[in-house]
């Protein structure tokens, strides 16, 4: 998924075809780009996600990444990192975590 994301450089915005829509964050989305968060697993409850059982991260109920002024903001500044293949995602984890963070400055949870 990541691959076509950063191939094509563009939104992909809302795959009503995909067969996890009708489950995936309650039909809450207004974009799909991110169906894989980059920030997984971000632990961080103020964008709706939770520990289950205290060991494994949820993000069932975030709809942060995929409202579609931050997934293109976030999309920018992974390109701005030069970033053009999954590998680069978990290379580069600290500054996508600096640029999660810039971006939720800019777009609040």
């Known amino acids: 998924h990541f691959d076509k994301i950063l191939e094509k450089g563009e939104l ?52 942060w990444i995929h409202r579609t002024e931050v997934a293109s903001k976030v999309l920018e500044e992974m390109k701005n990192l030069g970033m053009n293949k999954p590998e680069d995602i978990e290379k580069e984890w600290i500054s996508l975590n600096k640029v999660r963070e810039r971006v939720k400055t800019l777009y609040p949870p």
């Open 12 to 63: 992909l915005g809302i795959d009503k075809s995909c067969k996890y829509y009708s489950s995936c964050h309650h039909n809450n989305l207004e974009d799909c780009t991110f169906c894989y968060c980059p920030f997984y697993p971000c632990r961080d409850e103020s964008t709706r996600g939770k520990w289950i059982r205290g060991a494994i991260w949820s993000c069932e109920d975030c709809n």
